[in-house]
């Protein structure tokens, strides 16, 4: 199927009613999320996971994708009005966002945000479009080898990525495939990793993992934090940029979605690193770099274009190899898994409908997010009034709700208690979350695969550097934790005591 008629097919699908009304409550709900603090989207999207299972596989994986990049938008107007992001990646959006609200610029600032955000949007599904189909193609010759390659190279990508140290990187992805690897072995049929609990048998489930390690560890956080919201006074006027706004946004958006398209394509990368990037980038080029951090508008322009962008790129990977570059892709890959889609190169052939679908409810969504942003800032701001104290118990309330309504076990309850306890002292002591999952999604493929090859190899392990595609992904692998450990080692030595 060629790419237009992909796109043709997609607008079928995406055009049906049931399907528009579910883009939209997902970039509504997206948009609220990214709009409070303390929630997330990985939160948001393993609690309504469950609601997805009695809708078909297109419907429930286009309101998931919605909140996805619907949080994107949103996180933004938290940043500029009350210099907290609402999600992770509108970190640096704070930083002149904010300094454009105190100078009472808050209107341009949010609306330079959504177009810009929109813009990017609408080029990563562009590219989408035409690229998902000639690397799924791509993808046909890869076999047992080659996946394991792949995914070895993006667990050391997630691990290098990762904010903190390699050491805590690397320890929180092994404790995600350790836990991954839970339940049955399905090669051998036997036990592993069980400790003799008939609950373990079928290995942990996603949602409770998530939702442990994401809502409730984050409710913790917040409660200790005690933040402070001061959300600014007085009426937004014009949210239109001026001439010269749009002026000087215009380089900085074109970069941004460039810069974030190609970040968001490697595990690990993602908003987050694509927006801090971008934000250097601008720095680095400005004629006026004095400007930065006192209300520049390049500043909230580039990495809003930059988050919004590797929001769209990273569905490639995860639709086209089966591999999930962040978190809340790795999510998306256990809904697809759930209701019987197995994401990778044959999806575009098995399950046409639901590749198109997702891409062009993608453009569709941002359409709808340019026209709810920036009508109902006013609606955002008083939302943002609700005291954390308020707020906290009901997101628990989702929580619980979220485990026994999957799993219908008290048991997995107490499990997703003691993830949010894990993900708390894993978040207090400096580890990222985001290589745990990750490994935990990508440890059991990657075990299988590698078993595969042996068993194909008859045990021979030269057999998974003799492909050109698996011997590049492994080498790249070492070459990157080379130079990762080499400089870590050196600054180690500096700080050994030295003998007289």
């Known amino acids: 199927m060629s790419s237009v008629d992909g796109i043709l097919l997609g607008l079928k699908v995406a055009l049906l009613p049931t399907n528009l009304l579910y883009c939209f409550v997902g970039v509504f709900l ?32 286009i309101l998931l994708a919605g909140i996805y990049y619907g949080s994107m938008y949103g996180g933004s107007t938290t940043s500029i009005l009350v210099n907290i992001p609402g999600e992770a990646a509108s970190i640096v959006t704070c930083i002149d966002g904010h300094q454009m609200a105190r100078a009472g610029r808050a209107g341009p600032a949010l609306g330079i945000a959504a177009i810009g955000s929109f813009i990017a949007g609408t080029f990563g599904v562009i590219i989408l479009c035409f690229l998902s189909a000639p690397l799924a193609r791509a993808a046909l010759s890869f076999g047992a080898r080659e996946y394991f390659g792949l995914m070895v190279l993006g667990l050391v990508l997630v691990s290098c990525l990762s904010s903190g140290s390699l050491a805590k990187a ?6 995600g495939i350790v836990l991954g690897l839970m339940g049955v072995d399905t090669m051998s049929g036997a036990s592993r990793f069980t400790f003799d609990r008939p609950e373990f048998i079928d290995g942990i489930d996603v949602i409770t993992l998530v939702i442990g390690l994401f809502g409730v560890s984050e409710v913790l956080m917040n409660i200790e934090a005690n933040l402070k919201r001061s959300v600014l006074e007085g009426r937004i006027q014009s949210v239109l940029p001026t001439r010269e706004d749009w002026r000087r946004s215009r380089a900085p958006i074109a970069r941004g979605s460039v810069l974030g398209f190609c970040l968001g ?5 993602g ?15 400005s004629r006026t ?13 580039g990495p809003e274009s930059a988050n919004n962008a590797a929001a769209s790129a990273a569905f490639i990977p995860l639709l086209t190899l089966g591999i999930p570059p962040n978190v809340i892709l790795g999510i998306l890959l256990g809904a697809l898994m ?10 575009m052939v098995n399950n046409a409908d639901l590749f198109w679908g997702v891409v062009i409810s993608m453009y569709i969504g941002n359409v709808m997010l340019l026209v709810l942003n920036l009508p109902l800032i006013g609606m ?9 104290g308020i707020m906290f118990p009901m997101i628990l309330v989702f929580c619980v709700v979220g485990v026994y309504g999957t799993t219908s076990s008290t048991f997995h309850l107490y499990l997703a208690a003691g993830f949010g306890v894990l993900g708390y002292a894993l978040r207090k002591t400096g580890h990222d979350l985001t290589p745990l999952v990750l490994g935990f999604v990508l440890g059991p493929l990657m075990e299988v695969h590698l078993r595969r090859g042996l068993i194909a190899s008859d045990g021979d392990w030269s057999y998974f550097v003799t492909s050109p595609i698996a011997a590049i992904c492994l080498a790249a692998a070492a070459i990157l934790l080379w130079a990762t450990l080499v400089p870590a080692a050196k600054r180690w030595r500096q700080r050994l005591p030295v003998e007289d």
């Open 271 to 285: 908003g987050v690193i694509a927006s801090f990037a971008a934000y250097a980038i601008e720095k680095r080029l």
């Open 289 to 301: 770099p004095e400007q930065f951090g006192k209300g520049a508008v390049e500043g909230v322009a």
């Open 265 to 269: 394509l490697l595990p690990g990368g």
């Open 170 to 175: 690397a320890l929180t992805t092994a404790l």
């Open 338 to 347: 759930i209701q019987g889609v197995a994401p990778g190169p044959l999806l």
């Open 380 to 388: 955002w701001v008083q939302l943002l009034r609700i005291p954390y």
């Open 30 to 61: 997206g948009t609220l999320i990214g709009v409070l603090p303390g929630i997330g989207p990985a939160t948001a999207i393993a609690l309504l996971l469950p609601v997805t299972f009695g809708l078909p596989p297109a419907t429930g994986i």
